[in-house]
């Protein structure tokens, strides 16, 4: 990345390879090499790609192509600079707004639906830009584990608007038309129904450092610290 952008104005807001935490850096790879295995052959859309390393390699596990797009121009600027390629293409966009990219036979949207306030319009506009039984890969953090003493519409930090519980977020899907729902999950761990324990367990444990990036099926009596939800139209 060129540092003249990332090194001297990285908020932490998104992740950057290289200068975000390695923590972070394993989390964001395996939700793309997760999502590869779904690729070969697709038309995809990687929405809120980022600086577009994440697009980069859905080209490259062989879809037919691969249109990643980011509300920040700067993330624009530098994936067309780092990325572009043959059949692989980058454009500014806002998800609240229609995409009007034609259809996708496959949507990618990792760690970004938490972000967005509008995000029922959001998650409409993906289900309206898939082909039929395409499918949407998506993301976010479990706030039963980042933030369980918080309600559905509570502001969890500086750049969160909300996060969603797994049922929560099901039924989001579900409502906006979503079917043939699966779970997966990272970081899976196990979670206290009391505060203190939860509290004191994630304090001497530390269970995220030590639980799996890997996205993995949903695992009995285990909560993941971030859920990846594939549904199809």
């Known amino acids: 990345m060129r540092e003249t952008i990332y090194e001297k104005k990285y908020s932490g807001e998104f992740f950057v390879p290289g200068i975000s935490p390695k923590i972070i850096e394993e989390e964001h790879f395996e939700r793309y090499k997760f999502a590869a295995k779904y690729a070969h052959g697709k038309r995809i859309l990687d929405i809120a790609c980022g600086v577009g390393y994440g697009s980069k390699i859905l080209i490259e596990a062989g879809a037919s192509s691969v249109l990643g797009c980011d509300i920040l121009e700067d993330n624009i600027k530098n994936a067309i600079d780092q990325y572009k390629s043959d059949n692989l293409e980058f454009k500014v966009k806002d998800a609240t707004k229609p995409l009007l990219e034609g259809k996708f036979d496959l949507i990618a949207c990792f760690e970004t639906i938490e972000h967005i306030d509008d995000f029922k319009t959001t998650l409409n506009n993906f289900y309206e830009s898939l082909m039929p039984d395409g499918q949407l890969i998506i993301s976010s953090p479990n706030r039963k584990i980042t ?28 409502e906006h038309g979503f079917k043939n729902i699966e779970l997966y999950g990272q970081r899976q761990q196990r979670v206290f129904s009391y505060p203190f324990f939860e509290k004191h367990y994630k304090r001497i444990f530390k269970p995220s ?14 909560e993941p610290q971030y859920f990846v939800m594939i549904g199809s139209r």
């Open 147 to 174: 933030e369980p003493y918080l309600g559905p519409n509570d502001r969890t930090s500086t750049y969160h608007v909300r996060e969603f519980t797994i049922n929560e977020f099901h039924a989001h899907l579900i």
């Open 209 to 222: 450092r030590k639980a799996s990036p890997k996205v993995e099926p949903s695992k009995n009596n285990l």
